[in-house]
């Protein structure tokens, strides 16, 4: 019950800070201090949170049954939060994508080790981090400014 209770905490924000605001559902789960933007730290601890969230087995590794109830809670979260394209475009996609088990299995043994998880936190912020200044903001997401 109380990985489920954090689960739907870490996943699950209120739909009105995404509207009009691409990127928002995202920064407001991630920015742990609050100040607008996500940096490599906050990620590798969220990502430790997450990690812990949905290893039901508690062995150290999400395999792929584990994957999936991940897979579902983060398709669920999207499609309540306006989805990749409905509200991010690329950058939620990046997002998404960045937490698939074959984008975080790098030892390619088909499950994922928290140590792989929290790995992978670094070229996850980069893969969003469409200006290059090291950190995620709504800027990151939607229509490139110029």
Known sequence: MIRMTLALILLAAPAFAQQGNPGAHFVE???????????????????????????ANEDGFLDADEYVLFDEARANDMA?????????GKGMMNAANGMKLD????????????DEFLTQAATW??????????????????????
């Not at 789960?29 to 290893?55: H, K, S, Y």
């Not at 309540?80 to 991010?88: E, F, I, T, Y």
């Open 103 to 114: 984008v975080n299995d790098m030892d390619g043994d088909g499950k994922v080790s928290r």
């Open 125 to 146: 912020i980069a893969g969003m981090d469409r200006n290059g200044d090291g950190v995620v903001t709504t800027d990151d997401f939607g229509p490139m400014k110029s």
């Open 29 to 55: 789960n991630w920015d742990l201090d609050a100040d607008g933007q996500v940096t490599v730290e906050e990620a590798t601890e969220r990502r430790g949170d997450v990690f812990l969230t949905f290893d």
């Open 80 to 88: 309540d939060n306006g989805g990749a394209q409905g509200h991010g």
